[in-house]
């Protein structure tokens, strides 16, 4: 299937080989004594017809020859049909454009030269339509591999994130079941709220486990729950503030992208009443900053 750019490209290219084939026509109207004013004499209309019919055979030779490009597997095939169709169409066009310009316009000119005229026109169109066809087969190869390339990337990147998954979900499983028994041992209430902002985090787990984009305020709310559960285990120690306008939300991120962010800032910087870790959250200039105030944990 064609783009809209290469369809561009065939038409004004034909377009200017069709002009710059018979433009030289022109030079009859200045100088009416010269060798071709002799033979033929202007004729807007004739020549319209001649540009019309090259350009509408420059469209042709372009079309067909991509055609069998696509749909002939077979180097040997290929060629045998590019000389076969390239010679039967150069002729027809050359055969027939001949009779009707003889029969409309009444060409007085001698067969030879005409033929000659026809001749040279078919063989340029034929080699500068080839040249075209040579540059829009190269454009789609680059073309190709340029998508091979994004694939491989998009491979390549999703092949990590669903490792970061496998990795943080059973470290997260483990930290979180050791948190809940000691809550549950000192205040069997906040174990409720806990095990409810646990239960909401491996729900949106669970049901975003097969997308890897997903809209900002999705993931905050999961960021949220999962900074309820540090909150209560670190208490005072960990403060975070998000400010992210509204007209953000719906922007697109990597699936649990923000949670091992703030996993990595409190497992290696001090977090404790005395010393707060402080996790900041905003936007500037449309990208999404995740920043702490540098404190390591000497003990770690």
């Known amino acids: ?65 991509l055609r069998i490009i696509a749909t002939v597997p077979k180097l040997a095939l290929q060629i045998l049909l590019f000389i076969f169709c390239n010679l039967f169409l150069a002729g027809f066009a050359n055969r027939v454009g001949i009779r009707i310009q003889r029969y409309f316009f009444l060409n007085d000119m001698p067969e030879r030269i005409l033929r000659l005229g026809h001749g040279i026109r078919v063989l340029a169109s034929v080699v500068l339509m080839g040249i075209l066809v040579k ?15 994004e694939q491989l990337r998009n491979a390549y990147l999703n092949a990590q994130l669903e490792l970061l998954k496998e990795e943080l979900n059973p470290h997260f499983f483990f930290n979180a079941l050791s948190s809940l028994s000691a809550i549950v041992r000192e205040n069997p209430k906040q174990a409720q709220v806990y095990i409810n902002h646990l239960s909401k985090i491996f729900r949106h787990s669970l ?51 923000l949670q091992p962010l703030l996993e990595n800032a ?3 910087n001090a977090a404790s009443p005395e010393r707060p870790l402080h996790v900041y959250i905003s936007v500037a200039d449309d990208t999404l900053v995740v920043e702490n105030n540098l404190q390591p944990d000497i003990i770690a």
């Open 135 to 149: 540059v829009i087969l190269l454009l789609r190869e680059k073309q190709a591999k340029d998508i091979a390339h």
């Open 1 to 65: 299937m064609q783009s809209s750019t290469e369809k561009k490209l065939i038409i004004y290219t034909a377009l200017f080989t069709a002009l710059l084939l018979n433009v030289f026509k022109l030079s009859v109207l200045v100088r009416n004594n010269g060798l071709l004013a002799q033979y033929w004499h202007f004729n807007g209309y004739e020549l319209l017809f001649e540009f019309i019919w090259n350009f509408l055979f420059c469209l042709a030779l372009v079309y067909m020859n």
């Open 207 to 257: 049901h975003r486990n097969e997308q890897h984009l997903i809209p900002l305020r999705d993931e905050l709310a999961a960021f949220h729950s999962y900074t309820a559960l540090l909150q209560m285990r670190l208490e005072a120690g960990l403060q975070v503030s998000i400010a992210v306008a509204p007209a953000y939300m719906d922007y697109k991120l990597p699936y649990m992208s």
């Open 266 to 268: 409190t497992k290696h």
